[in-house]
């Protein structure tokens, strides 16, 4: 089997392809702590993409509350108990990933969820982990804690659906890294359902094939963020083209927060896949269970964050999340605004670092009536 | 004395089991299969037509396709039992296996179909077994167990898979709650959002016609819809057994099927998947090819107009060729016999 780098894990795997990297990557940061699982932006996906016959229980996006909320259930713990220990040396994962724990006649270690799996998608919503003893007062981390999970599909670098599709079915655009499944060749083998580890290929019940997320493509392609970014009234989401560790580019804002701050960390990097939506990880959640999930970084990441406020780039490339529905392909940060620009350079939206504070008399004469909000 | 008449009885026996073994491996390798010449018209579409039970068949074994991943590492279809009749127009195969279980839905995420095959060369060199390769095109009739449900029965659509479903609307739906697929998706915008239909993939048709899918390949992982669609079929479960016949003119002009001529012997294959056994795609069951001979029409009688129900005394290929080893192993214990003996007496002679 090829050998392939993938800089999440910090060493090469095996891979069934040799390593072809997209000329330009589909990347994304989501930060959970901003989060409050309102679902508009799993709605707005739906409405968009799975709103036909066949597609009742297909969520290319959802929000999941974890510990207890999966979509299909069980996704991730079943598979972190099939593939054993996964220890890190430092930066480097020490442990298998689903293609070098592939059992005999698969391409990669993976399962296929029952029919059952997929019926309740909000499972776990809000069930926190633990519970508070009276007279308790919550620190950070929180004894028991509830955090939210945003789940689109990865455009993973390394995607294990690709790898295990026998009729190369499913493909990755060399143009932007957008993971697709040709709908025209899938025979609905469900071999790519099986081995996504995030599970994240779905099937459509009418059609009889696999269905996945399409990032939106036909919105990246106008220079336009995707739907579950545009809907996202918590403005915490953010795409932009995101680059391996020796091409980054430090004023596109997704490489900023991945690659120079390191505050945004890969959902389950041990999987090997490379994915590309990055997490903030959540700052009340105990950093054993985080990192298990977001790998070694979690401890940098948090202390990072955590400085946002004395870090004005860092603040200005978070403030430009959900700030623009255009896709922001630089960033500076200049006399206490961030101002994002697309690819040609031109400016399409400015954002104040700190938000100007207006104070009203309280009293206003002109209608003779008392404000009741003076800011 | 009873040292070398031990000995010679050894070698008798040694040689006696090696040819019996021989015997045996031949008897096991591939008979060929006949298409019995009958006058038609034939049962095309009937598995269980009376006609089947006249038809002497020959038993195919399948076993696990392990050449390329993903692989079945335990099959659950040991063999297949293949007949096969023409009438010197259209030619049927008749394919029967066990299956403990009807698997006819492929709606539910986890549900996996019956399915059946058959494998023919197109290019004139006999293409690799493993679906053909570049520059050796095959031909593959697809029987499926869920498009025999659907021609049977009209669309699986969700509302039967699930009693309880109940959804108000749909983007561009004509009709009322709970609708019907296909009958209320008609516009090309309701269209537009079954994407395998509208992008024209044959498996998400709501419309099928025929339970048979014709397909091409050139090697594992190509096949491919054709565009001309001309295989009959039919399959019927009853007591833990599938009875598919597969039926189409013998000759069709169609440059990327397989023609096939009474007077030329060709090949085929065949595949089976369980789907309870999760078998779907490469997780099959396979056979080697197998001799195909297409009896010509007797007395140089018309193409379809032989006698009916003629006697099925030719139509024993594989009997046929059970008897040669047969009487090859008998010759040689004789002359193995005979052998000892003269051995034997020279011993004791000398």
Redesign the interface.
Known sequence: MPKVFNWQLNREMDYPYEGARAQRQFGAVFDINKCIACQTCTIGCKNAWT??????YMWYNNVESKPYGFYPLGWDVKLLEALGPQSWQGNTYAGKTIFEAAP????ALGF????ED?AHPNLGEDEIAGKFEVGERIMIPHMAWVFYLQRICNHCSYPACLA?C???AIYKRPEDGIVLVD?????????C?KNCPYKKV????????A?KCIACYPLIEQGRQTYCILTCIGRIRMAGWIHPPDKVEPDSPVDFLVHVRKVALPLYPQFGLEPNVYYIPPLHVPVSFTRQMFGPGVDNAIAAYRKAADDPELLGALLLMGATDRWIARFKVRNGQAIGYDEKGAEIVRVPLKEPVYIRPDWDPARQVFRHNIT | MNKQWTLLLLLFCLTAVALASQGVVLAQAQPALTSVYRAGPLPLTEPLAPLWQEIRGISVPLTPQAGVLPALLQGSVPAVTVKSVNDGQWIAFHLTWDDATQDVSATKPDSFRDAAAIQLPVSEVLPSICMGAAGQLVNLWHWKADWQRDVDEGFRDVVDAYPNFWADFYPFVAGKPPYRMPADFQSPEARAYSVGWAAGNPLSNPTKVSPVEDLNALGFGTATSQEGQDILGRGVWNQGKWTVVFARPLVNGDAQDAQISPNKSTSLAFAVWNGSNREVGARKQVSTWTTLRVEAPRGGGAPGAGPAGAPPAASQPGGLESAYVVVAILLAVVLTALLTLFVARGWRSS
């Open positions: 709103s036909g016959r066949g597609q009742e005999a006649g698969s391409v296929l969820p029952e029919d997929w295990s026998p009729r190369k709908q025209s060749r899938c025979r609905g083998y469900r071999e359902m779905l099937y459509n019940a009418v059609t009889r094939v269905e």
